[in-house]
C-alpha cells in the first residue's frame, strides 16, 4: 500500500494531476459563469410580452445594450430588427425611439435570433472552447509522453556488470515500468473524467438555459426572411405608385373643383354684393337727377305764371 502511495507521489503523476484539476476548475467557473448570465438574461425577456414590446422595447433595449455579456451580438441583432413609423426616427444606427402611436405593429426581425445568440456566441466564446475540447487530447498525450520516457530513463541505468548490479537493474526497471504505467492510467484516466464532465455541464448547464433564452426571445419578435421583406416592400411601393398616379390623373380636376368651388364661395358674392351696389347707386344717381329736373321744371313753371 505504501508502495502504490509512493508511486502517487511520483512528480509527474502529481504535474498531470495538478494539470487537470487547474484546467477542470476553469472549466467548472466558466460554465457556472454563462449559467448565471443566461439564466438572468431569461429572467430578463420573461419579463416582457409580444404584444407590449412594441412599447417597452427602449427599456429593453437599455438593459441588453449595457450588460457585458450580450451588449455587442446585441446591437448587431437590433440593426437587423424592422420597426414601424411610430416606433423609431433617425437615419444613424442608434435609433432614437419615441413612443408608438396606435397603429404600431410588432417588431419583426429580418434574421433569425439563433444567427446572433448561438452555441459560438453565448457558450464556446465565452470559455475558450477550443482549448478545452482539446484538453482530453492533450491529457491523454502526456501518458505515452512520459511513460516512453520514464521507460527510457529506467533502461538507461540499466547494469548487466555483475550479477549483484543485474538484480538490482532489473528490479528497479520493474519499478520503473509500474511507475509508467500508473502515468499512462493517470492521463488516460483523467482525460475520460474531464470529457466527461464536460460533456455533462456543457449540455445541462450551458445549451439547456441557451436553448430556453433563445425560445424566450423569439417569443417576442416574429421572424421575417429577407425574401420575404423585399416582396412586402415592393408590394407596398406598388400600391404607393398606382395611389401617385391615381392622384396625378385626378389632379386637374381636382384643381378645377376647387377653384369652382373658391370662385362660388368667396368671390361670386362679392360680385353680387359689388353689381347690387353699383346698381344702387345708379338708382340713387337716377333719382337724384330726377329731383333737380323736377325743382327746374317747377322753377320755370312758376316764372311762366
Known sequence: MSFEFDILLNPV????????????????????????????????????????????????????????FIANYW?????????????????????KFKTPGADTSSIHCTVDAGYFFNEETLVNGKMN????????????????????????????????????????????????????????????????????????????????PLTEFQLELNKLFDNISSEKFLVELLKESKTQNIAINQAINQLPSKMKEAFESGFNASLVPYLDNLIFSVNKLQENILNKNKKESNIIDDLFNNDGE
Open 13 to 68: 503523476i502529481i504535474a498531470i494531476l495538478v494539470l487537470f484539476v487547474c484546467i477542470l476548475g476553469y472549466l467548472l467557473v466558466r460554465v457556472k459563469s454563462i449559467n448565471e448570465n443566461l439564466l438572468r438574461l431569461t429572467a430578463v425577456l420573461r419579463g416582457f410580452k409580444k404584444g407590449t414590446i412594441a412599447y417597452r422595447f427602449k427599456e429593453l433595449d437599455d438593459v441588453f445594450s449595457k450588460d457585458p
Open 129 to 208: 472552447y477550443k482549448f478545452i475540447s482539446a484538453v482530453p487530447t492533450i491529457l491523454t498525450g502526456l501518458g505515452p509522453l512520459f511513460t516512453f520516457l520514464h521507460i527510457s530513463l529506467a533502461f538507461s541505468k540499466v547494469n548487466f556488470a555483475t550479477q549483484e548490479a543485474t538484480i538490482a537493474s532489473v528490479s528497479s526497471l520493474m519499478a520503473a515500468m509500474k511507475v509508467a504505467a500508473m502515468i499512462s492510467v493517470i492521463a488516460v484516466g483523467t482525460s475520460i473524467i474531464f470529457m466527461i464532465v464536460e460533456r455533462l455541464t456543457y449540455k445541462n448547464l450551458c445549451i439547456a
Open 75 to 95: 446591437v448587431e441583432f437590433k440593426n437587423s430588427l424592422v420597426f414601424s413609423d411610430g416606433m423609431a426616427s433617425g437615419q444613424d444606427s442608434a435609433a
